[in-house]
């Protein structure tokens, strides 16, 4: 199985996180998960359990606490219900919360830590939105340190975030910080397909729609190359995703 080392598969987790909006806390319908979605899940609850095991064993390693956090993030995603989706951010956010008090300058504790936020986020039917400008700090601070972290994943987070959460004065949706932060997810990493399907959804959101082509057919161009290098188990789930959704972002393109 080939390491994204830095990457996690979950660099389409703010996607997933606010696709469907943030009216009732960002939450995401539970699907039946088939069979190739089983291997999927026992992948991330293994790489879960190892992740936290070393983490237990040395918790004031900031390494070891982030990627505790990324591996929480990835298990999240097929949690039972929002009790284990909540109990299982929840521990990886005071990991990464202690990190980050450790180590200031650690994108990765930001990146994951806004991440796990998220996650915890689905989990309310009130009091999300309080966690949007914790998440979007922590993401302005990765962003800050490097921007260049997990192929652009903290302005493709950023731009999620502006892109779903509710305007002023509510909260802090910005349909220009959206595009902003989107677009320079795809300047920093072009060929990593969920930049552009990111951008590509939101300018279909805002009606753009020659716009929204000119990415897919970009994509289309790069799909070849990203498919080899992000290869094994760990990208199994995002290309699951990317598929589907380059799928639905074609026919809608198709429908007048």
């Known amino acids: 199985m080939k ?3 830095a990457q996690s598969r979950l660099v389409a987790g703010p996607a997933r996180l606010f696709r469907v909006g943030f009216a009732l806390a960002a939450a995401v319908a539970t699907t039946a998960l088939g069979a190739g979605d089983d291997i999927i899940r026992a992948h991330a609850e293994a790489v879960f359990t190892q992740a936290r095991a070393a983490w237990t064993a040395a918790p004031d390693d900031v390494t070891n606490a982030w990627k505790f ?3 929480a993030f ?4 097929y949690a039972p219900d929002d009790r284990r989706r909540a109990a299982i951010a929840e521990e990886a956010i005071r990991a990464c919360r202690a990190a980050v008090v450790r180590d200031p300058r650690s994108a990765p504790a930001h990146y994951y830590l806004g991440l796990d936020l998220g996650q915890l986020a689905r989990t309310k039917a009130l009091g999300a939105l309080k966690l949007v400008r914790e998440m979007e ?8 340190i490097d921007e260049t972290f997990d192929s652009g994943g903290p302005d493709r987070g950023l731009g999620l975030l502006y892109l779903e959460a509710p ?5 802090i949706g910005s349909h220009a910080k959206a595009r902003t932060h989107l677009e320079h997810a795809v300047k920093l990493a072009p060929g990593f397909p969920e930049n552009r399907l990111c951008l590509a959804e939101a300018l279909m959101k805002w009606k753009k729609r020659d716009e ?4 897919l ?12 290098r992000f290869t094994g188990d760990d990208w199994a ?5 990317w598929e589907k959704r380059l799928a639905a972002l074609k026919t809608k393109l198709k429908t007048k």
């Open 3 to 5: 390491s994204r080392q």
């Open 69 to 71: 956090a990324r591996a």
């Open 74 to 77: 990835d298990h999240a995603e």
């Open 137 to 144: 700090r922590h993401w302005l601070a990765a962003k800050e």
């Open 167 to 171: 305007g002023w004065p509510a909260s």
């Open 212 to 215: 929204a082509a000119a990415q």
């Open 217 to 228: 057919k970009a994509l289309d161009a790069s799909w070849s190359d990203a498919k080899a």
């Open 237 to 241: 789930s995002s290309w699951s995703d």
